[in-house]
Each structure stands twice: as C-alpha cells, then as structure tokens.
C-alpha cells in the first residue's frame, strides 16, 4: 500500500510542468518591479561610473553590484525579426531590468508588451539575455508570461542592437 502511494505521488511530480529559474527570477523582478530600488538607492545610480578597466562602481570606488530597473522603455526589434514574424509593430514598450555583478553588467530582464511569435501573439513575454564579461551576448531566452520557453538562442535574436557606448 505505502509503495503504491508513493509511486503515485513521483508520478505526480514527474508531471508537474518544470519552469526555468531564468524565468521565474525574472517574473519575481516584474512583480516587485516598484521596489527593486528605492528611490534614495536609484537617485545614487547617477554617481556610477565606468573605471580604466570597463567595470562599474559607485562614489566610494566600490565594484557595483545590483538590480536597475528602468520603466516606458521603447524595445526595438531587429529587422530579421520583424521580417520573420509579419504582425509585430517595429518595437513595443517594455520594462527591464539591468543586473550588474561586481561591476559588471551580466544580465537584462525585458517585459515586453506585446509580441507576435510564429504568428502568436503574446503580452507581457519576459525576454532574458545574458552577458559575458565584454557584454557580448552568450544567451538569450524569450518565455510566454506563463513560463513557456519560445525560443532560446546564443544570440539577441529579438532587439535591435544599439552601437552607442556607454
């Protein structure tokens, strides 16, 4: 009796839909979007800088390490995107979120309005990409509001890439 029980529950477990923490990490950020940074912590964001060697610190030189988050930001897709899934407008607006890690910036968290992938529309997709050392992206992943991965590459497939320094 008690090993047929506990075959059912692994049964139930092994059917319970795995989401991605990438994903989940960023839901939570979106969530608590108002109170990643207080306003005291963003005004000090103006102070940060960028030293001889490219890493980010704030007014006492210490190596930043934190959550920026950044509302009504206009999200431009790239052409190859547009031209691949006809619907999308040329961008949408979005909130991200920019984390830097001992002064660097490792990974931006974008909420993007509206999205039309293969012809599906979605709201509020969560678009993650991951930075290395130079910035340079190593991974990006784009995920349905309900933590569905729908597409995952080692490039930023989505947005239009800025050539502005920062």
């Not at 940074?37 to 000090?44: C, G, I, N, T």
């Not at 190596?63 to 999200?75: C, K, Q, R």
């Not at 790239?78 to 991200?96: D, L």
């Not at 910036?105 to 969560?126: F, R």
Request: net charge positive.
């Amino acid at each position: 009796m008690f090993k047929n029980f506990f075959l059912v529950i692994l049964i139930f477990l092994g059917c319970q839909p795995l989401v991605n923490k990438n994903f989940l990490k960023g839901k939570d950020l979106f969530l608590n979007f108002n109170n990643v940074l207080s306003p005291d912590e963003y005004a000090k964001t103006i102070y940060f800088y960028k030293d001889k060697n490219g890493l980010w610190r704030n007014r006492k030189d210490s190596l930043v390490t934190i959550n920026i988050p950044y509302s009504n930001d206009f999200f431009s897709f790239s052409n190859s995107f547009i031209n691949q899934n006809s619907g999308n407008e040329i961008g949408t607006n979005s909130r991200y979120i920019s984390k830097y890690e001992k002064g660097i910036q490792t990974i931006e968290y974008h909420q993007l309005d509206k999205l039309v992938l293969n012809a599906v529309s979605y709201s509020n997709s969560i678009y993650i990409i991951f930075l290395d050392q130079k910035r340079k992206v190593f991974k990006a992943e784009l995920y349905s509001i309900k933590g569905d991965l729908l597409k995952e590459s080692n490039r930023d497939f989505l947005q239009q890439i800025r050539r502005v320094k920062d």
